[in-house]
Structures are given as structure tokens and as C-alpha cells.
């Protein structure tokens, strides 16, 4: 049973570009959260999503990101006109209904 | 006030030492309490979920005093391999929520 893949590993953007990253939960999980993680810093909560729905955005940033979780397909953390600001490891999480969250690798974005 | 706190560290231990970490959390609602490890540059990845009761997996033992909103983590006959920033996590309702974070303590574990 695969993990939580999530691609690309490091993306690499000039600012005003737009980045995607993709996270492919593991199989039979169908929650998935998005956490972001600066340099120096914890992991910060963003999203919470099930198939098509947001459940929670609350630690969204208000412009620029916006993520999906398809009804079929990875879900995708989008991130229009990146800033320097935007440089972090960007971690996915999977679980079951309820039960332990598992970690993606992390896509590490840097934006020059 | 950080809803997760945590002294940073590092810890520098001998190898074979006993070492303690513990955090404090800010929301007396919270649910859940767990422990990940996280090595450098790698995902985190839990090591234990805390009860009020207390538990103990091995040579770690965690435990959680709802009272004091403290959570402890204690590792036993520490190996080298336990060298890693171990991070506090609550999940503030329980069940699928996202969770929060505390920066993490740094444990350096020496020969």
C-alpha cells in the first residue's frame, strides 16, 4: 500500500508564476489536509478537504491560494503570482474518517 | 499566547540518558494529543498519541495533565537514532480536523 505521494519534491518558481503541487492520498483515505512549513517555523494548518468539498480553509491565506480535491484525480494546492513570502515545505496529510493523519514527503517550493 | 509551546532546544544527551520534553497548549477544548518525530528535511511522523491516563510504548512514555494543559514525552536508554526535533500536536476538536503544531524541541543524541 503506496503512501502519501505528493509531486513535484521541489518546485522551483520566479515570482508572479503560478505553482501547483499534487498530493495523492493513501488508498481507501479520503481526507486530506494541506500544512505549510517556513523555514525556522512548526507546521501551519491550511486545509481540509474530502472528495469535492472544503470542509475547512480556515488557515488559508485570503488571496493567491486556493486548493481542490476532485472527485477523481490528486488533489492540488494552487498558488497564484508567488511571492518570495512563499518559499516553505509544503506538507499533505491523508487519513480515514477519523484516525491518524500520514504524511506526504513534502513539496519544497522556492521562489527566486 | 502560541496555542502549542514548546522549549526549542537543542537538548545535547548522551547516548543511553534519559531525556524529558514537554509543551503546553492554550485551548482547554482540545481533543486530541500526539507526538511526532520529525527528521531533517523529511514529513513528520507520529510516534504516539498521549491519553489522560498516561502510556508508554517501549523506552518513550507520554503523558497529559488536562488540568495544566502540559503534555509530556519521556524517552528512556536514548539511542542515536532518537536524534530528531520532536513536535507537540493537539487537534483541537477531535476526530478528522486539521491539526496544530508546536515548532518542535531539538534532540541531539551523543556518543
Known amino acids: 500500500n503506496a503512501g502519501v505521494m505528493q509531486n513535484p519534491r521541489h518546485l522551483v518558481r520566479r515570482r508572479g508564476q503560478e505553482a501547483r503541487l499534487r498530493c495523492s492520498p493513501m488508498?481507501?483515505?479520503?481526507?486530506v489536509y494541506w500544512y505549510r512549513q517556513l523555514p525556522e517555523e512548526g507546521l501551519k494548518f491550511m486545509v481540509y478537504l474530502q472528495k469535492e468539498n472544503i470542509i475547512d480553509e480556515s488557515g488559508m491565506p485570503k488571496e493567491r491560494f486556493s486548493a481542490e480535491f476532485p472527485k477523481e484525480g490528486p488533489s492540488i494546492l494552487r498558488i497564484q503570482q508567488v511571492v518570495r513570502g512563499d518559499s516553505a515545505a509544503y506538507f499533505c496529510a491523508s487519513s480515514p474518517a477519523v484516525g491518524e493523519q500520514f504524511f506526504g514527503p513534502g513539496t519544497r517550493l522556492t521562489v527566486l | 499566547r502560541k496555542e502549542v509551546e514548546q522549549d526549542p532546544g537543542p537538548f545535547n544527551v548522551p547516548e543511553g540518558a534519559t531525556v524529558a520534553f514537554n509543551c503546553t497548549y492554550s485551548?482547554?477544548?482540545?481533543?486530541?494529543f500526539f507526538w511526532y518525530r520529525q527528521d531533517c528535511r523529511k514529513e513528520p511522523k507520529l510516534l504516539m498519541s498521549v491519553y489522560s491516563s498516561g502510556n508508554e510504548d517501549g523506552r518513550f512514555t507520554a503523558q497529559l495533565n488536562r488540568a495544566s494543559q502540559y503534555i509530556s514525552l519521556l524517552i528512556r536508554d536514548s539511542k542515536l537514532s532518537d536524534s530528531a526535533t520532536y513536535l507537540c500536536?493537539?487537534?483541537?476538536?477531535?476526530?478528522?480536523?486539521?491539526?496544530?503544531f508546536g515548532k518542535g524541541t531539538h534532540l541531539i543524541i551523543q556518543p
Open positions: 500536536v493537539v487537534n483541537k476538536r477531535g476526530g478528522a480536523d486539521g491539526l496544530t
Open positions: 488508498k481507501g483515505h479520503s481526507h
Open positions: 485551548n482547554s477544548a482540545s481533543q486530541s
